[in-house]
């Protein structure tokens, strides 16, 4: 069964440094999405991405962050420097739309610990 | 803006029984989607069952299934016949009717569900 997978599942960075999170989504899926849970709390959208550009961003998603799909299969988020609490699980997210009802399957996630 | 509210931090239920779980939502939209998502301890997130805002029949999948009361703005899970692998946390999701499945998805807080032997 096709699947959405994130790498790595952990990362442990210091305060300050550049964190790119890798996604490789669903082959034929045209929608992708990051996605934050800080521990203990819900599950917060981040940004929005279709044809080659963001569709729709949060107020978290701010200049330290961006996201880029640099070839036919990767996703990736980038965060540029690093803070505390950037800590956090990311989640990405692929859909397609073929009229049926809408899906987004995610991926397992990324444990970003910033120290 | 769309809020999604689980009002129950944490449930419990003992193995073989039934357990619902509560969520609402506000919304000014009309046509919308509706989730439940699940949350193990591997932390992956797993769609459980939707239901569209413009059916009137509840959705159900097996075991789970969903009363959605659109005037209430209601949209509660029912798990039954609980399983010690449905102990996880559940999310109740919101997202709007767009021209694609393009759109977000809300979250509420969560409820953890702890299944007893």
């Known amino acids: 069964e096709p699947e959405v997978t994130q790498t790595p599942s952990h990362q442990v960075t210091q305060m300050g440094q550049e964190v790119i999170l890798r996604c490789v989504p669903i082959?034929?899926?045209?929608?992708f999405y990051w996605y934050r849970q800080i521990l203990g709390q819900k599950v917060e959208f981040l940004v929005s991405?279709?044809?080659?550009?963001?569709?729709?961003k949060s107020e978290i998603f701010d200049d330290q962050f961006s996201v880029e799909r640099p070839d036919g299969s990767n996703f990736t988020l980038k965060i540029r420097s690093t803070k505390l609490e950037d800590s956090a699980m990311y989640f990405c997210a692929s859909s397609e739309w073929t009229g049926r009802l809408p899906e987004a399957f995610f991926g397992q996630g990324t444990r970003l610990t910033v120290v | 803006a769309q809020t999604v509210t689980q009002s129950q931090p944490e449930m419990s239920v003992q193995e073989a029984e039934t357990v619902t779980l509560s969520c609402t939502y506000d919304?000014?939209?009309?046509?919308?989607?509706l989730f439940w998502y699940k949350q193990p301890p591997s932390r992956q997130m797993i769609l459980v069952i939707r239901q569209e805002a413009y059916k009137q029949q509840n959705a159900t999948e097996n075991r789970f299934s969903v009363n959605f009361q659109k005037a209430a703005k209601s949209f509660s899970l029912k798990i039954s016949d609980s399983q010690l692998g449905d102990t996880a946390m559940y999310f109740c999701a919101f997202m709007k009717w767009g021209k694609s499945s393009g759109d977000k998805l809300t979250f509420g807080t969560g409820t953890r569900l702890a299944v007893r032997p």
């Open positions: 991405f279709y044809n080659n550009e963001i569709s729709e």
């Open positions: 082959s034929n899926h045209l929608y």
């Open positions: 919304t000014s939209e009309n046509n919308y989607y």
